[in-house]
């Protein structure tokens, strides 16, 4: 199975809510990033922390990283239709190089 | 500065045929990746190549190929391609091993095999 697993895997709220979506992995990881996916097009990085920080911010973004829990979130704030897409968490395995292993994703929905 | 670009955007070949994609990083970026994003299997490492060497690899058969140029710009080659090759093939760069740094993505290849 994937590194990565998003959850959930599907999310519909309104405009101006908080969204919150999770992400765990298996193994030892050197850093999680988050990115975002609009309708099949190129992946939008988001956020990159790396495995010694605990939670970070862009702008309406906030990530949090529980090495212990082998798990992270990413909440988007007072959320906007534009939001609408997939998210996808990554991690880093060094495999000797290293090797990016997404996770399934969330698709989030947003109505205006 | 140019983001990254692939061409071609779109591609339709046949069952048995091969394929050549390329990649263009952005300027200064000397690790470009590429994987596959299909329905069923998601987003899937195919490689890494870094300073004109492979550093790392999926798990795809044979088929896959790929390489780099002294100038960055990357290609990667399908051989006899099956149905199941059809998918958006995507290629990120970054300044230094896509691991560790952050990756930008181009807008993909969308290859369908009938």
């Known amino acids: 199975s994937q590194q990565g697993e998003e959850d959930p895997q599907a999310l519909s709220i309104q405009e101006g809510e908080n969204a919150t979506m999770n992400c765990s992995y298996k193994?030892?990881?050197?850093?999680l990033q988050w990115y975002r996916q609009n309708s099949g097009r190129g992946l939008v990085h988001l956020i990159l922390i790396r495995s010694n920080e605990r939670e970070k911010h862009s702008g309406r973004l906030r990530v949090t990283l529980d090495t212990s829990k082998k798990s992270s979130s990413l909440l988007i704030t007072a959320s906007r239709a534009a939001d609408t897409a997939s998210y996808f968490c990554a991690t880093a395995l060094n495999t000797g190089g290293f090797k990016t292993i997404f996770g399934a994703g969330t698709r989030l929905f947003v109505k205006a | 500065k140019a983001g990254v670009t692939q061409t071609p955007r779109y591609l339709i070949k046949t069952r048995g045929q091969q394929v050549t994609l390329s990649c263009s990083p952005i300027s200064g970026h000397r690790s470009v990746s590429w994987y596959q994003q299909t329905p069923g299997q998601g987003l899937q490492f195919l490689f890494e190549y870094f300073s004109e060497t492979q550093r790392n690899k999926g798990n795809f058969p044979g088929r896959f190929s790929g390489r780099q140029f002294s100038n960055s710009r990357s290609e990667m080659n399908v051989s006899t391609l099956e149905l199941g090759d059809s998918a958006l093939y995507l290629c990120?760069?970054?300044?230094?091993?896509?691991?560790?740094?952050?990756?930008?993505f181009g807008p993909g290849t969308r290859l369908t095999v009938l």
């Open positions: 193994t030892s990881i050197n850093n």
């Open positions: 990120a760069s970054s300044w230094t091993s896509g691991g560790t740094d952050t990756q930008y």
